[in-house]
């Protein structure tokens, strides 16, 4: 096995998630503000729910978010709360935009 020299970065293994609006260019065109408020009170509320598991919202771009888990182990493990959580709220977040 390879020795890593004392001066190489720290490595860490994440768990990474990314989701989106579905519809959001067609949104935006029906209702921009509406559209927008409500993607602000939905990133908003999966910021609180990524951090509290532990988590950190990575990254917002448009109406994406890519956030990281850093509970590598239980990933492996099979443990995925976190990120089934997440997905669970994402699709509730989609289901609020598609009529």
């Known amino acids: 096995m390879r020795e890593v020299p004392s001066d190489a970065p720290e490595r860490k293994l994440m768990v ?6 579905v519809g959001f260019s067609y949104l935006t065109g029906e209702d921009d503000e509406g559209t927008y408020l ?5 990133f908003t ?3 609180g729910l990524v951090s509290a598991w532990g988590g950190g ?3 917002f771009i448009g109406d994406a978010v890519f956030v990281g888990f850093t509970r590598v182990v239980a990933v492996a ?7 089934r959580a997440v997905t669970a709220r994402v699709l509730e977040i989609n289901s609020r935009f598609i009529r």
Not at 16 to 21: H, K, L
Not at 77 to 83: H, L
């Open 38 to 42: 409500v993607l602000c009170e939905c």
């Open 57 to 59: 919202a990575v990254k």
């Open 77 to 83: 493990t099979g443990q995925m709360d976190e990120a």
């Open 45 to 47: 509320q999966i910021s």
């Open 16 to 21: 990474m998630i990314s989701a989106d609006v």
